[in-house]
């Protein structure tokens, strides 16, 4: 099979921080996609059977899967049948070599939040993985502001005070999650999982040093910590 890639631009300004399960049994475009999101700090578990990927699916949190329809194992809308019956709600975005229209009326049938047909611009892959991430995370609007911190989804990049802020892979991937649902608790559990691949050991203190080292970038006040439970991104006025 033949997959075009056109990498037009530098990604890594694009996009990150989500736990993605990528499910694509050609292991060359799996690779591919897998190094692309990596490299926009997103956390990467590729799998390219349909059995693991349902297992997965249901047993670990992502923030999105990716799913290629035609596997071995189990096909990917059978997977995606089963993680919906089982009120599995993450977003999928189908992947497919099949243009025909039955496909792509099985997988939306089966709970696809959007689709795209190979061969595909990586560009496109990434543009609709944020649209489905961010309309899943509750937001219609890709502008996330919390005090003077500002979260432009589409694009990725983190503003304090109008300025760019830099971030480790970790640090964006903590301080995505609290952005998408700023205001409410995120539970420290909910936090480990999906900012560290499928394999990695989890350290729970390593939580508490990726939070140390944001809040000396962003302020001490904007990351309240919620004793027992987990962390509070909040714009808070100054007592
Ligand atoms: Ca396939």
Same mark, same amino acid.
């Not at 290629?68 to 096909?75: E, H, I, N």
């Not at 509750?138 to 890709?142: L, M, S, V």
């Given at each position: 099979m033949k997959t075009a890639f056109h990498?037009?631009?530098?990604? =890594?300004e694009l996009f990150g921080g989500m736990r993605i399960l990528l499910v694509e049994d050609d292991a060359d475009l799996g690779e591919a996609i897998a190094r692309k999101l990596r490299a926009e700090n997103c956390a990467v578990d590729l799998v390219s059977d349909g059995i693991d990927a349902q297992h997965l699916g249901d047993t670990e949190q992502y923030d999105a899967a990716i799913l @290629?329809? #035609?596997? !071995? #194992?189990?096909?990917g809308a059978d997977v995606l049948a089963a993680w919906r019956r089982g009120a599995r709600a993450l977003p999928v975005l189908v992947l497919t070599a099949r243009e025909a229209w039955a496909d792509k009326v099985t997988a939306y049938k089966a709970g696809a939040d959007d689709y795209l047909t190979k061969p595909f611009r990586i560009e496109e892959l990434m543009m609709r993985l944020r649209a489905i991430v961010r309309r899943a995370a #509750?937001? =219609? @609007? !890709?502008h996330m502001v919390c005090g003077p911190l500002v979260f432009e989804s589409q694009t990725g990049q983190f503003e304090l005070d109008g300025l760019p802020l830099k971030l480790t892979a970790f640090e964006y991937r903590v301080l995505s999650q609290l952005m998408m649902r700023r205001g409410a608790v995120v539970e420290r559990l909910d936090l480990l999982e999906r900012i560290y691949e499928g394999d990695a050991d989890v350290d729970s203190n390593t939580l508490d040093v990726i939070v140390g080292r944001l809040r000396r970038k962003i302020g001490a006040d904007l990351i309240e910590t919620v004793r027992g439970r987990g962390y509070r991104l909040t714009a808070r006025t100054s007592a």
């Open positions: 990498v037009r631009f530098n990604l =890594a @290629d329809l #035609g596997l !071995p #194992g189990k096909s #509750g937001h =219609a @609007d !890709p």
